[in-house]
């Protein structure tokens, strides 16, 4: 079982940044891969970032050259910094852990652009 905690959200004027934490409750080191995924009222859940176990990451076409996720192993918390915001980037976004094919999800944080 993993539990993902996320926090950073909150509401930013466009061309604005943030940053996103997601603390997992075990070393993140056993956890194949992780990301982030967003979801705007209604709209379906989507892929923005991944990163994996080797430090591979994989972004959506929409945030590339915008968004970056990390991870650092120690505090066993994945990042994403945002960057060059826009209004369409408003959505609750979730953070993702797939531990051998399971995928956990944390609770959400709001993230909201002003124009």
């Known amino acids: 079982q993993v539990q993902l905690v996320e926090s950073g959200g909150g509401l930013v004027q466009a061309g604005g940044s943030l940053r996103l934490s997601c603390a997992a409750s075990?070393?993140?080191?056993?956890?194949?891969?992780m990301g982030w995924y967003r979801q705007a009222p209604g709209k379906q859940r989507e892929l923005v970032a991944t990163?994996?176990?080797?430090?591979?990451?994989n972004y959506a076409d929409s945030v590339k050259g915008r968004f970056t996720i990390s991870r650092d192993n120690a505090k066993n918390t994945v990042y994403l910094q945002m960057n060059s915001l826009k209004p369409e980037d408003t959505a609750v976004y979730y953070c993702?852990?797939?531990?051998?094919?399971?995928?956990?999800w944390g609770q959400g944080t709001q993230v909201t652009v002003s124009s």
């Open positions: 075990i070393s993140i080191d056993r956890i194949n891969a």
């Open positions: 990163i994996s176990n080797y430090g591979r990451t």
């Open positions: 993702n852990a797939n531990m051998f094919g399971v995928l956990y």
